[in-house]
């Protein structure tokens, strides 16, 4: 069946640092991919998301790359600022979404 | 306008007692979903509706667990003889018309405690 593996956390990073949570998967045929993410004390919202292969999501700086070949789907950003500090889930999804487990990601002045 | 939401933010039951949680989602979508977060874990996916039918139930854990959604609005998830396992965040999301493509949204979820 389908499944989502992403970099276990918690990720601790200085403010302006390179950020980069790896995502791979596995699925038959081509699912959509997608970041949600979850700030303190809110519910779950979509950060990006790519329908097919080679697409490229974006949004809020944050950058994922539907790569077929190596079934990955990697969340990056170039410069973090703490209010990004959330969880972050990988998935993928048909009609459901499956998930992967989530990663903290704290950012320090 | 307004998101999805979910009543009660938290429910603390006892084993073995029935609990209902519902989900009202935006107005308009025709798609809805109930999944399951336990702690430090992703959500699960538990059963999606298209309409007032049940598309896919398979994430359903076992036949304590049912939901409806009579109108094709409103869904109730009701849990029979609730156990220690069963607590968790439910949550429910709606969107326009379901598929892979359309944006799932999300309510802010209700936590179980089954004590």
């Known amino acids: 069946g389908d499944s989502v593996t992403q970099m276990e956390g918690p990720v601790t990073l200085s403010e302006e640092a390179f950020l980069t949570i790896n995502c791979t998967y596995t699925a038959t045929g081509y699912p959509s991919l997608f970041w949600y993410v979850q700030y303190p004390g809110e519910g779950l919202q979509l950060l990006l998301k790519a329908t097919k292969a080679d697409d490229k999501g974006s949004n809020k700086g944050f950058e994922a790359t539907y790569r077929k070949e190596t079934t990955s789907f990697h969340l990056e950003k170039g410069s973090v600022q703490v209010s990004d500090s959330a969880v972050y889930f990988c998935a993928l999804g048909r009609d459901q979404l499956t998930f992967g487990k989530g990663t903290k990601l704290s950012v320090i002045p | 306008g307004a998101g999805v939401s979910q009543t009660p933010s938290n429910k603390v039951t006892e084993k073995g007692k029935y609990v209902e949680l519902r989900c009202d989602p935006i107005?308009?979508?025709?798609?809805l979903y109930w999944y399951r977060q336990s702690l430090g874990q992703g959500p699960e996916f538990l059963i999606y509706?298209?309409?007032?039918?049940?598309?896919?139930d398979s994430g359903l854990p076992n036949d304590r667990f049912f939901a409806v959604r009579p109108e094709g609005s409103v869904s109730t998830l009701k849990i029979q003889r609730t156990e220690r396992g069963d607590s968790a965040v439910y949550l429910c999301?709606?969107?326009f018309g379901g598929g892979a493509i359309d944006t799932q949204y999300f309510g802010p979820g209700t936590r179980l405690t089954v004590l």
């Open positions: 107005s308009g979508h025709t798609a």
């Open positions: 509706f298209q309409g007032t039918g049940a598309a896919d």
């Open positions: 999301a709606s969107s």
